[in-house]
């Protein structure tokens, strides 16, 4: 089909059949891609683009070895979970092999949407309560449930149909560069305890209220709200009052899990804490949809205790769980993990400088392969420099590099690339930037 149509009669055809709230990248001249390997994506021109975007194809868009693996299965047989295979088994052991002792029950959906959906249900069914703690600038999913505690989407909705329920209670987003307490005021401890202890509050308020607390939800590290990396212990703090009150603790490793970090399989581990509830999705299928909701062997038992049981069409079908472990060989055998390490620490040398010689770059943040660039129209004030932002994605564009912005004023430039990203990779994208600060720098004059 990609063949038979110029880019102009695919846009018209879009806005023809397709809902106008669904968006493209690059809105006044988006891209047709119609192939992609590894970290590069192709147009209907053949014109080469480096992805700093897709989170999502993991280890590398079309990789042969996930490719192979769901077209063998695909050959042999795909059906629904109520019959017994082996690739679900298998790919449940796997994946609770990477996880703290204790995690140990696995759910198989098709999107993180569902995962988080499924990780409330076992959460109320477990604690009998209704109130759930979300952070600010949150994403969790497109479903109404996930809305609900996502102020990264709610807080944009105009007309009125959809607002905050009363049983969701909102926490500080624990960002040390624009947040309510900042690492130019406090040092990380204190920031640590400071934003735990908003939590604490809301825990108090909710029980003068006579209410109980169901749970917890939170990203490893917020992606959408701005690429935040929370201070040392935060989370940790934060599950040991969770935990106290009854609660749960629902950690969302959809955006940030499978290795990003580089440190650690799972990214809560780096707050050396462990949840009760993970969720996972996007890069588990490198592309394909499926995710997983893991847990205890008590909160299991709760979800079963309740009478109804789950079954999902498509989680956990044969077909995406040779997916999900062919992934799993790819990120071992090809070092990813290591690789994550390494570009990360090169990011970190590569921005930085970058930071030391403009002031529009505010602050530098990131760990492995996920890191963000706040960018800001003086350093005092820490205005966002929302067009400047949107420049230099235009930009790169243009130099052929897909890049993004987010946050709550679309000011932070997202690095989250596939994880085979190399150092020339690095080296060609800050060259690139370094042009292009160069650039609003004499515009700035």
Partial sequence: MDGTLTKTQSLELRKKYI?????????SDPLKIVRASGQYMYDEENNEYLDCINNVCH????????????????KTLNTNSRFLHDNMLVLAQKLVATMPEGLCMVYFANSGSEANDLAIRLARHHTKATEIISLDRAYHGHVVSLIDISTYKLNNMKDGVHTKPDFV????CPDTYRGKYRSSDHTEEELSKLYAANVDDIITNITNKNKKVCCFIAEAMQSCGGQVIY???????????????????IIDEVQVGFGRVGTHMWSFSAQDMVPDIVTLGKPMGNGHPISAVITTREIAASFEACGVEYFNTYGGNPVSCAVGLAVLDVIEKENLMENARKIGALMSTKLNALKSKYPLIGEVRGVGMFWGLDLVK??????????????????????RILYSRDGLDENVLKFKPPMCFNEKNVETLITKLDLIFQELESQNK
Avoid: W
């Fill in 59 to 74: 280890v590398g868009h079309c990789h042969p070895k996930v490719v192979e693996a769901a077209s063998e299965q695909m």
């Fill in 378 to 399: 003086d350093n005092v004030s820490r205005k966002p420099a929302t067009e400047e932002a949107a420049y230099v994605v235009k930009r790169l564009k243009e130099e």
């Fill in 169 to 172: 209670h909102i926490a500080e």
């Fill in 19 to 27: 809902g106008p709230s669904c968006t493209l990248f690059f809105k």
């Fill in 231 to 249: 201070p040392k212990d935060y989370l940790k703090k934060v599950s040991k009052s969770v935990k106290a009150a009854g609660g749960v603790c």
